[in-house]
């Protein structure tokens, strides 16, 4: 069975950084995918950032970029997001989510992705 296991989450300042780190078991992810979303209260999930295992090709959602960092580590099935300069905003639960099949491409939407984690709880104050 497939589980993806989010940790790094906490309460920070704002103009702080924190790093998450997603950890998938239960099958090979080299050549999938993975991605980060996150949801804030009253919410619908959004996209925050998406890399490639091929050629680690990345994307970030505008109002992360330049803020956040998404890399993988050196083992294949685990995946980071560096985030710095957090803001109030960036306050919500983030996921970590993997695909399930060979796209070549970093997915910006959810439906894209089969597998999730069960979210981190990232706050900022003001």
């Known amino acids: 069975q497939v589980q993806l296991v989010e940790s790094g989450g906490g309460l920070v300042q704002a103009g702080g950084s924190l790093r998450l780190s997603c950890v998938a078991a239960?099958?090979?992810?080299?050549?999938?995918?993975m991605g980060w979303f996150r949801q804030a209260p009253g919410k619908e999930r959004e996209f925050v950032a998406a890399?490639?295992?091929?050629?680690?090709?990345?994307v970030y959602a505008d109002s992360v970029n330049g803020r956040y960092s998404i890399s993988r580590g050196n083992a294949e099935n685990t995946v980071y997001l560096q985030m710095s300069k957090l803001k109030p905003e960036d306050t919500a639960v983030y996921y970590c989510?993997?695909?399930?099949?060979?796209?070549?491409?970093?997915?910006?939407?959810?439906?894209?992705?089969?597998?999730w984690g069960q979210g981190t709880q990232v706050t900022v104050s003001s």
């Open positions: 890399i490639t295992w091929s050629n680690r090709a990345t």
């Open positions: 989510a993997a695909e399930s099949h060979y796209t070549g491409t970093a997915p910006t939407t959810s439906r894209a992705y089969d597998y």
């Open positions: 239960g099958r090979t992810f080299s050549s999938y995918a």
